[in-house]
């Protein structure tokens, strides 16, 4: 609702960057979402944040498969907390 509720052109002649921060998964609003921006040629591609555990690290396999599918261009991968070290 949020994306087709907002005029995006403005006074400001358009949007520059618009960040979508979603949990992890593949669930229908990320499918909706997608679906939306694409349908407008909006979308430049993603940028897939993970940690290093490997429950994150799966997520972000899962999330490399859908961009794969929704032909959604993968800009980078940032690794959050590489080099945190508990004592």
């Known amino acids: 609702q949020f994306l087709t ?3 995006w052109t403005g006074d400001t ?4 960057y618009l960040i979508i921060d979603t949990p992890p998964g593949t669930s229908d609003e990320h499918i909706s979402t ?6 407008a040629s909006a ?8 940690t290093p555990e490997e429950v994150s690290l799966a997520d972000v396999r899962k999330e490399l498969s859908f961009c794969r599918k929704t032909g959604v261009p993968v800009l980078g991968i940032i690794e959050n907390m590489g080099s945190y070290q508990t004592r």
């Open 5 to 7: 509720e907002v005029d």
């Open 13 to 16: 002649d358009g949007l520059d």
């Open 34 to 39: 997608v679906q939306y921006l694409q349908k």
């Open 43 to 50: 979308v430049s591609g993603a940028v897939v944040v993970t």
